[in-house]
């Protein structure tokens, strides 16, 4: 996948969304850009994998309400109780 980038006379580029999360990049995290001896760049997140903010909200559904302590209290002891 080729992905094309325009330079604003600032030299500023802005990175869209696909490869964005191609990257595994959220809004406010960095990437890490590496130059290469042949004239190119390496970009990849600056994020170590792994780290706690990468796995918070992975399991969001969007439209759905978060739960609540007590409802995941219930679907753990259904579960231990066979139920579910």
Same mark, same amino acid.
């Given at each position: 996948m080729t992905t094309f980038l325009t330079v604003t006379a600032k030299g500023q580029v802005t990175l869209r969304k696909e490869l964005l999360e191609h990257? @595994? $990049?959220a809004p406010g995290e960095k990437i890490a850009v590496d130059l290469l001896p042949?004239?190119?760049?390496a970009i990849r997140s600056a994020q170590?994998? @792994? $780290?706690i903010n990468a796995f918070i909200g992975c399991l969001v559904k969007p439209g759905t309400k978060p739960l609540s302590v007590e409802d995941m209290k219930e679907i753990a002891a259904a579960g231990w109780a066979g139920e579910k």
């Open positions: 990257l @595994g $990049v042949t004239g190119r760049a170590p994998p @792994g $780290v």
